[in-house]
Structures are given as C-alpha cells and as structure tokens.
C-alpha cells in the first residue's frame, strides 16, 4: 500500500460543469500520474508531475489540467466537462532516480458526465 | 512514444490449467523496464511482476512469470495452475527511466472457469 487517497470514489455531473479529482500521497514519492481508463484503451496518461509545481501532459491532456502545490496532492481539474470525459481516472505515484520503482495506484474515481 | 500491444482482448482457463498472455512492445530505448498489473473487478491496479531489460533472466513471481524476449520485444506472462482469483484484467507496462513515463498496453481480460 504506497498510502494513496483519491476523492470522490464517485462522481456524476452536467456537461459544462468543472470538476476537480483529488489524490493525497503519505510517503512523499516525487513522481505522480493522473491517467484515465477506458474500454478498448486500456489506461492512457493525462498529466503528470515530477516535483511541487512542475507538471507535464502526457497523451490525452485536452481538456484537463492539474496543479501540484505540496508534494502529497496532485489535483486534476476537468475546466468544463463533457460526455467524452466520462472514464474512470486513476492517480499513480512513483520514484525517479532510485534505480526504477513501478506505479502504485489509488482506487481510482469514476466520473460520469451527464 | 513507446507503444504496447496486447493482442488478446479476452481468454479464458480452466482451473488448475496454464494460460499465458501476450505482450509485445515498440522502443528504440536499450534499457527499460516492463510490468505485468492485475485489475480485479474490485477495480485496483495491483503490480504482478516486473522485468529489467538488461537482465536476461525471466523473472518469477510464484505461479507468474514471463518469457522476455528482447530482440523479438515480446513479454508475455504465463499464470500456472489458474485460480479463481486471477479472474481479472491485465495489463502489460513500459516504462522509459529517461523520461519516467508508463505506457501500458489495452488489456486482456482473464477469466478463469471453474
């Protein structure tokens, strides 16, 4: 267990509306993910961040933003959410630097936009 | 970008019986690392087994382990003496150490029959 907190477990919104997805860590990892999940798709990177305040998109980064302000939360934001937005979104935290470390995952939140 | 591909969306085994998935990947990296993640229903993402590039050895991990072929780029996991509980979603993982980023493939769906 790498102590990793995503809020809400579940969510259902209105097309147009922001949404922001929390994930808390408790061992200080330097590395965090935010990725989506979805059939046929398997999981697909949205953002990440490599320290407090340093952040980079990854392969689905339209429509998403995310904020790194501590080093235990990484907030991801969906600026006016929309049907195709709906998917289950998980938070991965990691190392860098110590040889290699494999993403621990939090229970991810599912989203649907309505 | 690193690509991975799982081309069985779904298999199925008996109980007691072997099953190996496939997992085939596209780099031009010499060094990297690969990961086999169970999602059970309960829909966490738990780490199976990792492999180092640069180790010729398959790695195990109890009745999991992989044949890794690196000139061939292939990682397939084979699951001895299936159990119910292995019914799940797998997923095969890349990951660049340069970049520290995760690329995983589109899953396949275990079912294990009892």
């Known amino acids: 267990d790498a102590g990793i907190t995503q809020s809400p477990r579940h969510k259902v919104t209105e097309t147009g509306t922001p949404v922001t997805l929390r994930c808390h860590q408790t061992?200080?990892?330097?590395?965090m993910y935010w990725y989506r999940q979805d059939p046929g798709h398997g999981l697909r990177l949205i953002h990440y961040?490599?320290?407090?305040?340093?952040?980079d998109k990854g392969e689905v980064s339209d429509g998403y933003s995310v904020s790194r302000s501590k080093t235990e939360d990484f907030l991801l934001t969906l600026e006016s959410a929309t049907s195709s937005q709906t998917s289950v979104y998980f938070c991965?935290?990691?190392?860098?630097?110590?040889?290699?470390?494999?993403?621990?995952f939090g229970n991810g939140t599912r989203l649907t936009v309505t | 970008a690193q690509t991975v591909t799982q081309s069985q969306p779904e298999m199925s085994v008996q109980e007691a019986e072997t099953v190996t998935l496939s997992c085939t990947y596209d780099?031009?990296?010499?060094?990297?690392?690969l990961f086999w993640y169970k999602q059970p229903p309960s829909r966490q993402m738990i780490l199976v087994i990792r492999?180092?590039?640069?180790?010729?050895q398959n790695a195990t991990e109890n009745r999991f382990s992989v044949n890794f072929q690196k000139a061939a780029k292939s990682f397939s996991l084979k699951i001895s003496d299936s159990q119910l509980g292995d019914t799940a979603m797998y997923f095969c993982?890349?990951?660049?150490?340069?970049?520290?980023?995760?690329?995983f493939g589109t899953g396949t769906s275990l079912t294990v029959i009892p």
């Open positions: 492999q180092e590039a640069y180790k010729q």
């Open positions: 780099t031009s990296e010499s060094n990297y690392y």
């Open positions: 961040s490599y320290g407090v305040k340093d952040t």
């Open positions: 061992e200080n990892h330097r590395y």
């Open positions: 991965a935290v990691g190392h860098a630097g110590t040889g290699y470390s494999p993403l621990h």
């Open positions: 993982a890349f990951m660049n150490p340069t970049g520290n980023q995760f690329y």
